[in-house]
């Protein structure tokens, strides 16, 4: 039927146009003309635009496919198509910022916990929005409301319903908090674009929005916060990070490190070690005497003693990454003996770039810091191994970040009482990190001002 011919209707609407007379089709016709993928693929989104006359444009795009423009949509130029393509480019836009703008409400009922969202999206296009949050939160049960549909997550299958007005979901919930304390956290002042920033969250949406809250606040705080982080110092070791990574090209190219003074004396690099995927990563301070032989962290006597301890708690080595945060001994010779030296916090800052990429690659779901100079590789020298140990903190490398003791502090320990409170701590304190990876502890709250 040529597109002249043909009249579209909003769905549900009743017509006498025709009466008897409607044009009856039989839809089991042997003819199937060849459409290419490509016009499914504009017409799966361009069909969900809220254009009037988006049947129309889909259908006489289709006609002219099929009746000797093989190739029309190669022509961009050409106003059908490039109409067709506007519309599908709305809808996929329209979806990506549902995906990124939708934040949900928690709602405590008689059937159990809910999260609700409400947003206005341009286009009616929860069909193709809900996937989305689907596969993200497949155990939530969660509504997504718009003024034209709503959807809702029952843990087995998407419902769609009517739409609803913004009064019917909640304004916010008591995880409001939590998450602007992670986004505060996240948020990058040297990344501040404002007129990107307004073109891509358009002001529609910042009601439903909680971060808009703080956006104003952290706005001001940017320009300060960006000349601190200018004047931070570089991790020199950046220079001989490879191209690729991967643990293998890690450790390859951190054998070649001449970032700071410390690969001179030392025998070899000692890189981390474990498989790369780990959801538990331990960060010790810099390999001793042992460890610098055999070129493998935690080795030594300080090993043994992180492996019964890892034992006690019910964790298996095998499991874990273990790393340092300076990846090179540093010691003092006297006579036969190498004696073990802190590292100053230049190579510290300098040896960070591997330790940065290491958790890149693996990205743990838990890091226990063994001691100050790890923990302080992280969070600056204002850390306090005293003060914050065995807290669970937020922070931006992992879901749970905590501090602890050094396995070789309980070799050190001046007596036998403080050697056993040592180690009773140590093994508390990563009974609690595997407690957390077992789900049973809440998500952290706090956080520290990173470095
Ligand atoms: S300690 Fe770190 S930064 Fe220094 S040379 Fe070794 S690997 Fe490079």
């Given at each position: 039927?040529p597109?002249?011919r043909?009249?579209?209707q909003?769905?549900g609407?009743?017509t006498?146009?025709f009466?008897d007379d409607?044009?009856?089709?039989d839809t089991?016709?042997?003819?199937r003309?060849?459409?290419?993928?490509?016009?499914?693929?504009l017409?799966?989104?361009?069909?969900?635009?809220?254009?009037?006359?988006?049947?129309?444009?889909?259908y006489?795009?289709l006609?002219?496919?099929?009746n000797?423009?093989?190739?029309?949509?190669?022509?961009a130029?050409?106003?059908?198509?490039s109409?067709?393509?506007?519309?599908?480019q709305?809808?996929?836009?329209d979806?990506?910022k549902t995906?990124?703008f939708?934040r949900f409400?928690r709602v405590e009922?008689?059937?159990?916990e809910r999260?609700?969202a409400?947003?206005?999206?341009d286009?009616p296009i929860?069909?193709l929005a809900?996937p989305?949050?689907?596969?993200?939160f497949?155990n939530?049960c969660?509504?997504?409301l718009?003024?034209d549909?709503s959807?809702?997550?029952?843990?087995?299958r998407l419902?769609?319903g009517?739409g609803?007005?913004r009064?019917?979901?909640?304004?916010s919930?008591e995880?409001?908090e939590?998450?602007?304390?992670?986004?505060r956290?996240?948020?990058?002042?040297?990344?501040?674009?404002?007129?990107?920033?307004?073109a891509e969250m358009?002001?529609?949406h910042?009601s439903?929005?909680p971060?808009a809250?703080?956006?104003g606040?952290?706005?001001?705080e940017?320009?300060?916060r960006?000349?601190?982080m200018?004047e931070?110092?570089?991790?020199a070791?950046?220079?001989?990070?490879?191209?690729?990574?991967?643990?293998?090209e890690?450790?390859r190219a951190?054998k070649s490190?001449e970032?700071?003074?410390?690969?001179e004396?030392?025998?070899?690099v000692v890189f981390?070690?474990?498989?790369?995927?780990?959801?538990?990563?331990?960060?010790?301070?810099?390999?001793?005497?042992e460890?610098d032989?055999?070129?493998?962290?935690?080795v030594?006597p300080?090993g043994?003693?992180?492996?019964e301890a890892?034992?006690q708690?019910?964790i298996?080595r095998a499991g874990?990454?273990v790393t340092?945060a300076?990846?090179?001994?540093k010691f003092?010779?006297?006579?036969?003996r190498?004696?073990?030296q802190?590292?100053?916090?230049?190579?510290?800052v300098?040896c960070?770039a591997?330790?940065?990429?290491?958790?890149?690659?693996?990205?743990?779901r838990?890091?226990v810091?063994?001691?100050?100079t790890?923990?302080?590789?992280f969070?600056g020298?204002?850390?306090?191994?005293q003060?914050?140990?065995?807290?669970?903190?937020q922070?931006p490398w992992?879901?749970a970040?905590?501090?602890t003791y050094?396995p070789?502090?309980?070799?050190?320990a001046?007596?036998?009482e403080?050697r056993a409170e040592?180690w009773?701590?140590?093994?508390a304190?990563?009974?609690k990190a595997r407690?957390?990876l077992?789900?049973?502890?809440a998500?952290?709250?706090?956080?520290?001002?990173?470095?």
């Amino acid at each position: 039927m040529p597109p002249e011919r043909v009249v579209w209707q909003p769905p549900g609407a009743q017509t006498e146009l025709f009466g008897d007379d409607a044009p009856s089709f039989d839809t089991n016709l042997d003819y199937r003309p060849p459409v290419p993928r490509a016009y499914f693929e504009l017409a799966e989104q361009a069909v969900y635009h809220r254009s009037p006359q988006r049947y129309d444009a889909l259908y006489r795009l289709l006609y002219r496919l099929v009746n000797g423009e093989p190739e029309l949509l190669e022509v961009a130029s050409d106003p059908e198509v490039s109409r067709v393509r506007s519309l599908s480019q709305a809808v996929r836009r329209d979806v990506h910022k549902t995906h990124a703008f939708v934040r949900f409400r928690r709602v405590e009922s008689e059937e159990g916990e809910r999260f609700v969202a409400w947003h206005r999206p341009d286009h009616p296009i929860l069909e193709l929005a809900a996937p989305f949050f689907r596969d993200r939160f497949p155990n939530m049960c969660w509504s997504i409301l718009t003024p034209d549909e709503s959807c809702y997550w029952d843990g087995q299958r998407l419902l769609y319903g009517p739409g609803a007005p913004r009064s019917a979901a909640p304004e916010s919930d008591e995880l409001e908090e939590l998450f602007l304390t992670y986004y505060r956290s996240i948020f990058n002042p040297a990344r501040l674009n404002l007129p990107a920033m307004q073109a891509e969250m358009p002001a529609k949406h910042w009601s439903t929005l909680p971060e808009a809250r703080v956006m104003g606040e952290l706005m001001r705080e940017s320009p300060e916060r960006v000349r601190e982080m200018l004047e931070a110092p570089k991790s020199a070791a950046q220079a001989f990070l490879p191209r690729t990574e991967t643990l293998p090209e890690l450790t390859r190219a951190a054998k070649s490190c001449e970032a700071c003074p410390l690969h001179e004396p030392a025998t070899q690099v000692v890189f981390g070690e474990g498989p790369d995927r780990a959801e538990l990563m331990l960060v010790g301070e810099q390999p001793g005497d042992e460890e610098d032989l055999q070129g493998r962290p935690f080795v030594g006597p300080a090993g043994k003693v992180l492996d019964e301890a890892l034992a006690q708690a019910g964790i298996s080595r095998a499991g874990v990454y273990v790393t340092n945060a300076v990846k090179h001994f540093k010691f003092e010779p006297r006579g036969k003996r190498r004696l073990h030296q802190r590292p100053r916090v230049g190579e510290v800052v300098a040896c960070r770039a591997w330790l940065d990429a290491e958790l890149r690659v693996v990205k743990p779901r838990v890091i226990v810091c063994l001691g100050n100079t790890a923990a302080q590789s992280f969070v600056g020298s204002r850390f306090n191994l005293q003060r914050y140990r065995g807290r669970i903190f937020q922070q931006p490398w992992a879901e749970a970040w905590l501090a602890t003791y050094h396995p070789a502090a309980i070799l050190r320990a001046p007596t036998a009482e403080a050697r056993a409170e040592t180690w009773t701590t140590l093994v508390a304190d990563l009974r609690k990190a595997r407690a957390f990876l077992l789900g049973e502890l809440a998500t952290p709250t706090e956080s520290l001002e990173s470095r």
